[in-house]
C-alpha cells in the first residue's frame, strides 16, 4: 500500500474507496453462473480481475491480443476460457465476437484493454493508433456482443482521469487523428474520454432495461500500460508507486465492484473512481459530443 493510500482512508457511502481492493469489494458476492468477458486479461488490472471474479464464481472469457497470451493468462484461473481479441484487428474482434456469442448469454462484458502515450503518431485503418485500440475496437466488440448481453448485463468501460487531458475540443471529430500535430497524451485523453462517452451513450439507449453501462477510473497504477512513458518517467516509477500510487489490487477494485456488486446494478451512465461514483470533465458528461461520437464511430467502423 503507497503512503498516500495510508493517508487517505476516506471511504464513500458503500463503505469502499481508494484503497479497497478487489478481493474486499467482491468479499460475500456471489457470481455461480455468470459469465463474464475481460479485455486485457493476460496483465495488470485485467489478469486480476479475472482473478478475483473467477474466485467469486464467475466463468471468465479471458481475452488477450492473442491466443498464447490468453491461454497463458487462463491457466492460472480454473475453467476460464481464453479467446483471442486483437483490438486493432476488426477481424480479430469479429471472431472473438463470433466466439463469445458460443459461451451462452454474457452478464458483464469488461473493456480492460488498451495502450498510452505512444510517443510517435502511429495510424490503425488510418485512425490514431490509440483511439482506434482503447475505443474503435471495444466498439466493435460491445456491439458486436449486445445481443448475447444478458437482460440485466452489465458493460464496464476503462476510462481513466486521463480524460482531462483531452483536447480542447474534447473530441477532435474533424481531426481524430492528430494530422495537424500530435502529443502522445493529448491523444490518449482522447481516447480515454472517448471510452468514457461511449459509457454515457450506451447508457442512454439501455434506458427502459435492467442493463447498464458505466466508466470507471482505476487510479494511478504501475502496471504495462505505462511502457511507452519517457524513460525518466519510467525510472522514477518505483519511487512514485511506494508514496503515491495504487496497488494493482487496488486498481482492480472499481471495475470488480461496478461489474460485480449487487448496488452496482442499479447505477447506469455514470463515471466512477475509488468505488463510487464521481464527477468527470465537463467534456465527459456532454451527451450531445457523445451522441455525435457514437454517429462518427459509426461512420469509421462502415468504412473498415
Given at each position: 500500500m503507497s503512503?498516500?493510500?495510508m ?5 464513500g457511502?458503500n ?16 457470481l455461480?453462473?455468470k ?27 479471458g ?7 490468453a491461454?497463458?493468462?487462463?491457466r492460472e484461473i480454473g ?5 483471442a ?11 472473438c ?16 484493454a488498451?495502450?498510452?502515450a ?13 483511439l482506434f ?11 458486436g ?11 464496464v468501460?476503462l476510462?481513466?482521469?486521463?480524460h482531462?487531458w483531452a ?5 477532435q471529430?474533424e ?5 495537424r ?7 490518449y ?6 471510452n ?5 451513450e ?7 432495461t ?11 497504477i504501475?502496471?504495462n500500460l505505462?511502457r511507452h512513458?519517457?524513460l ?23 471495475q ?13 451512465g ?7 461514483v464521481t464527477?468527470?470533465?465537463r467534456?465527459g ?7 455525435r ?12
Amino acid at each position: 500500500m503507497s503512503l498516500y493510500a495510508m493517508i487517505r482512508g476516506r471511504r464513500g457511502d458503500n463503505g469502499f474507496g481508494y484503497a479497497s481492493t478487489a478481493e474486499e469489494v467482491t468479499a460475500g458476492v456471489d457470481l455461480g453462473g455468470k459469465t463474464i468477458l475481460i479485455t486485457g486479461v493476460s496483465s495488470g488490472l485485467g489478469q486480476e480481475s479475472a482473478r478475483v471474479l473467477a474466485a467469486r464464481g464467475a466463468t471468465i472469457l479471458g481475452a488477450a491480443r492473442t491466443r498464447e497470451k490468453a491461454e497463458a493468462a487462463c491457466r492460472e484461473i480454473g475453467g476460464a476460457v481464453p479467446l483471442a481479441c486483437e483490438l486493432a484487428d476488426p477481424a480479430s474482434v469479429r471472431a472473438c465476437v463470433a466466439e463469445a456469442k458460443g459461451h451462452g448469454p454474457l452478464d458483464v462484458i469488461l473493456c480492460n484493454a488498451g495502450i498510452m502515450a505512444l510517443p510517435e503518431r502511429e495510424l490503425v485503418h488510418g485512425q490514431e493508433k490509440q483511439l482506434f485500440v482503447n475505443h474503435v475496437g471495444h466498439f466493435l466488440l460491445v456491439k458486436g456482443l449486445l445481443d448475447a448481453l444478458a437482460d440485466d448485463g452489465r458493460v464496464v468501460m476503462l476510462s481513466s482521469a486521463a480524460h482531462g487531458w483531452a483536447p480542447p475540443a474534447g473530441i477532435q471529430l474533424e481531426d481524430l487523428s492528430f494530422e495537424r500535430g500530435y502529443k502522445p497524451a493529448v491523444a490518449y485523453g482522447q481516447s480515454k474520454l472517448a471510452n468514457l462517452l461511449f459509457a454515457r451513450e450506451l447508457a442512454q439507449r439501455f434506458e427502459g432495461t435492467a442493463r447498464t453501462a458505466n466508466a470507471v477510473h482505476p487510479g494511478v497504477i504501475a502496471t504495462n500500460l505505462g511502457r511507452h512513458m519517457p524513460l525518466v518517467a519510467r525510472a522514477l516509477m518505483p519511487v512514485a508507486s511506494a508514496v503515491a500510487m495504487k496497488s494493482i489490487p487496488q486498481g482492480a477494485a472499481t471495475q470488480c465492484y461496478v461489474a460485480a456488486h449487487p448496488d452496482a446494478g442499479r447505477v447506469s451512465g455514470e463515471y466512477w473512481a475509488d468505488c463510487n461514483v464521481t464527477k468527470s470533465s465537463r467534456h465527459g458528461r456532454d451527451l450531445a459530443l457523445a451522441k455525435r461520437l457514437w454517429e462518427r464511430t459509426e461512420e469509421i467502423v462502415a468504412a473498415l
